[in-house]
């Protein structure tokens, strides 16, 4: 049995915006809890469970065996059997533009989530980069998986 791992990679850009947004949120939270304004407090507060939640969630590594894709998370895996797959294709980044969010990170450490658009309706996205984009529909559900490697059925 032979497996692919890759890392997500979100990029330099990417990174960068990231780092930058962080520090700049820091700032103004220390600013404002200096200041003593409690209702900014409770909303960096909340802003801060979110960018936990996403940091944990964030996709980190993709694997490729004969029998499944799985892609990895800090706290947990989700798992998508090839048996239950029912068609595999490339697809453009061009495909998901227009997109809605409805659940997830549209850049802030990557794409993923949960999407929805006219074309594919609701989809899971799992994208460092939106580059080398695929389909992968099963039986339940779609997603679209960023991959340096072609992915099959």
């Avoid at 900014?40 to 694997?63: D, E, H, K, Q, S």
Wanted: glycine share 10%; aromatic share 12%.
């Amino acid at each position: 049995m032979k497996i692919h791992c890759e890392k997500f990679a979100i990029g330099r850009l990417g990174t960068v915006t990231s780092i930058l947004l962080m520090a700049l949120l820091v700032y103004g939270a220390i600013a404002v809890w200096s200041a003593g304004m409690t209702a900014v407090i409770v909303t960096y507060i909340i802003f801060g469970i979110v960018a936990v939640w996403v940091l944990l969630t964030m996709p980190r590594y993709l694997l490729l065996d004969d029998k499944s894709i799985v892609i990895t998370h800090p706290i947990g895996q989700s798992v998508i059997l090839k048996s239950d797959i029912i068609e595999v294709r490339a697809i453009e980044r061009s495909d998901i533009r227009g997109s809605i969010r409805l659940f997830g990170s549209g850049g802030f450490f990557g794409w993923f989530g949960i999407f929805r658009n006219s074309k594919f309706g609701t989809y899971r996205l799992y994208c460092g980069q939106l580059e080398n984009l695929y389909l992968v529909k099963t039986t339940t559900k779609k997603y679209i998986i960023s991959s340096s490697k072609p992915i099959e059925r």
